[in-house]
């Protein structure tokens, strides 16, 4: 069973950066598939960026084009969302979900997910 551990979550000033990363718990996710997701309460949970298992294709939400950034490491440890020039609306719980690399499919339909994370707070406000 893999389970997912996010860090690097916190309260940032608008225009500020951050560094969320997403470790699997006793193994690697070098063999799977990593989306960020992040939801507002009272909001349904959006995806915000992929990386595929081969670390060759990555997507994005529109809304984050040219601010965020996702990579994995190349040992296959983690895989990390980079975060600059952030916005109050980017305020949410960020979730980080892991998928088979096989299996193919759209970047953020959550139903190709097994493993997700317990969600970490980021907050953008000054």
């Known amino acids: 069973q893999v389970q997912l551990v996010e860090s690097g979550g916190g309260s940032v000033q608008p225009g500020g950066s951050l560094r969320l990363s997403c470790d699997r718990s006793?193994?690697?996710?070098?063999?799977?598939?990593v989306a960020w997701f992040r939801q507002v309460p009272g909001k349904e949970r959006e995806g915000v960026s992929y990386i595929r298992a081969t670390g060759d294709v990555t997507d994005y939400a529109d809304s984050v084009k040219g601010r965020f950034a996702i990579s994995r490491d190349d040992a296959g440890d983690a895989v990390f969302l980079q975060m600059n020039n952030l916005k109050p609306e980017d305020t949410a719980i960020y979730y980080c979900?892991?998928?088979?690399?096989?299996?193919?499919?759209?970047?953020?339909?959550?139903?190709?997910?097994?493993?997700w994370g317990q969600g970490l707070q980021v907050t953008v406000s000054s």
């Open positions: 006793g193994g690697l996710l070098y063999y799977y598939s």
């Open positions: 979900a892991a998928r088979p690399g096989y299996r193919s499919g759209a970047s953020f339909d959550e139903t190709l997910y097994d493993a």
